[in-house]
């Protein structure tokens, strides 16, 4: 069963970094595009970044654009969010997802992602 695992949430406070991972069990994701998501309470889930299957493509949502970066590690098998500055309107659940991809072209809703994360938590304290 293929399953994404985010893993770096927690508890931060107002201008602190946390740094997010994504690794998949049951499958290498190295041509997948991947993306972050996130999800406050009572509110819809929100996209946060995207980035193409070998990480020469990204792109933020206008919110986060200049604090927090996406990236592939060096198997591309691994996402990470640097998330910097942040802020309480950052607190949600943060997900991971994945789309099979042949170019490096970026997917930036959620209907076009197959794979999904069980999601992980950050709350940021003012």
């Known amino acids: 069963q293929v399953q994404l695992v985010e893993s770096g949430g927690g508890l931060v406070q107002a201008g602190g970094s946390l740094r997010l991972s994504c690794a998949p069990s049951?499958?290498?994701?190295?041509?997948?595009?991947m993306g972050w998501f996130r999800q406050a309470p009572g509110t819809e889930r929100e996209f946060v970044a995207a980035i193409s299957r070998r990480g020469f493509n990204t792109y933020y949502a206008d919110s986060v654009k200049g604090r927090f970066t996406i990236s592939r590690g060096n198997a591309r098998n691994t996402v990470y969010l640097q998330m910097n500055s942040l802020s309480p309107d950052d607190t949600a659940v943060y997900y991971c997802?994945?789309?099979?991809?042949?170019?490096?072209?970026?997917?930036?809703?959620?209907?076009?992602?197959?794979?999904w994360g069980q999601g992980t938590q950050v709350t940021v304290s003012s």
């Open positions: 997802a994945a789309t099979i991809r042949t170019t490096e072209t970026l997917a930036l809703t959620e209907a076009t992602y197959n794979y």
């Open positions: 049951g499958r290498t994701f190295s041509d997948y595009a």
